[in-house]
């Protein structure tokens, strides 16, 4: 019983070791995304105004042409939805 407990909060700690993990790496891509975004926006303003960035997405599955960088793979995703907010 007693052996069981253990197993239980030794999964849940592995559990939240888990999330923080994720956690720190999106840290990354959504500093990426965010600076990305103002900088294709205003690129596709023709402005120096800085746009109010929207939430940073869950990061994608990296595809093979993507960067190895979470932050540059933010960057990258972050850059091409504020041209297309910034053309409308």
């Known amino acids: 019983m007693l052996y069981q407990r253990n197993i239980g909060v030794l999964f849940i700690a592995l559990i939240i070791t888990i999330l923080m993990a994720n956690l720190a790496l999106a840290d990354d891509f959504c500093d990426g995304f965010e600076r990305g975004y103002k900088i294709g926006y205003m690129q596709a303003k023709g402005s120096s105004l800085e746009p109010l960035t929207p939430l940073c997405p869950l990061q994608p599955l ?27």
């Open 62 to 88: 990296k595809s093979f042409g993507d960067p190895e960088s979470d932050f540059e793979h933010g960057y990258t995703v972050g850059f091409k939805k504020g041209m297309i907010k910034g053309s409308l």
